[in-house]
Nanobody
Framework: HVQLVESGGGSVQPGGSLRLSCAAS?????????LGWVRQTAGKEREWVAS??????KYADSVKGRFTVSKGYAGKTLHLQMNSLKPEDSGMYYC????????????????????????RGQGTQVTVS
């Protein structure tokens, strides 16, 4: 069973930075796991933000160049460094994990894409104003 606990949210002014962290327990150290961040912002559907898998890191266009996702030692932690924050980045941020799907081109496991993950944390609030 996988458990995910986020931390690091808070309130910042536009242009500021925050670093979110996610402590993972369970099988997330396994090479076939996809780890990512999704967010729920006011008035919008849940949005995929970033993910990391055997193929590397991927980002939503809305955060590319401003956010950096990284995986800690043995897949037990996941971080999201958020710079140049905008008011539209405000929302609840969730750490998420799921078993990836095997990609024969890179011969590794990659995220399936989208906002649906088998496991998700309770979320941490980010407010930019």
């Amino acid at each position: 069973h996988v458990q995910l606990v986020e931390s690091g949210g808070g309130s910042v002014q536009p242009g500021g930075s925050l670093r979110l962290s996610c402590a993972a327990s369970g099988s997330t150290y396994s090479k076939n796991y996809c780890l990512g961040w999704v967010r729920q912002t006011a008035g919008k559907e849940r949005e995929w933000v970033a993910s990391v898998d055997n193929g590397g890191t991927k980002y939503a266009d809305s955060v590319k160049g401003r956010f950096t996702v990284s995986k800690g030692y043995a897949g037990k932690t996941l971080h999201l460094q958020m710079n140049s924050l905008k008011p539209e980045d405000s929302g609840m941020y969730y750490c998420a994990a799921d078993v990836g799907q095997f990609n024969s081109i890179i011969r590794g496991w990659v995220c399936r894409g989208g906002v649906e993950y088998a496991f998700r944390g309770q979320g941490t609030q980010v407010t930019v104003s």
